[in-house]
């Protein structure tokens, strides 16, 4: 499917905790939008800070702690990592759970139905990462960079959905 894009999205231990694996793939899916590549991984330290810092620039979006309490949070527990591919795939995905701060998170998205503690409340309590179900790609630039990070290119498959065909 040549004019469609991919990104990358990674379901946080907060999400594997509560059960609510499928729920959130569904939200994907039922948008119309296509997995190419899914697997159940245990990320490192070495691993996670490849991605959060060299390749996302956690500490200089956020900072040194929340870097720090997003890789604790992230090693906690397997995490399952998608590839999911469409047309303009970036910046659907992000609609669908944008943004990453729950508390102002717009009514219908992932956080809004899922997500209910606030970066605010984290940052009065000591040591709490931010329960924000997901990880997703800002800009396909990025999801370039972390897809290569995550899967190797026999792992992500090229196939139609038969959705296609009332989809597109």
């Known amino acids: ?40 991984v245990n990320p490192d330290r070495d691993f996670l800070y490849h991605h959060y810092e060299n390749i996302w620039k956690m500490v200089s979006r956020y900072n040194q702690k929340i870097f720090d309490l997003t890789v604790e949070m992230m090693t906690k527990t397997p995490v399952i990592a998608m590839v999911i591919e469409w047309i303009e795939v970036v910046e659907f995905v992000r609609k669908i759970a944008w943004p990453t701060e729950p508390k102002v998170a717009p009514a219908g998205t992932i956080r809004w139905d899922y997500a209910h503690i606030s970066r605010d409340y984290c940052n009065n ?26 899967f190797d290119k026999k792992e992500i498959f090229d196939y139609e959905p038969g959705h296609v065909k009332f989809t597109r």
């Open 125 to 150: 309590i000591k040591d709490m990462w931010l329960p924000n179900l997901l990880h997703a790609s800002w800009n396909a630039e990025e999801a370039e960079l972390e897809i290569a990070h995550r």
């Open 1 to 40: 499917m040549s004019d469609t894009q991919r990104t990358l999205v990674v379901l946080k231990p907060d999400t594997i905790w509560r059960s609510i694996v499928w729920e959130v793939i569904s939200r994907f899916e039922r948008a119309g939008l296509h997995i190419a590549a899914i697997k159940m």
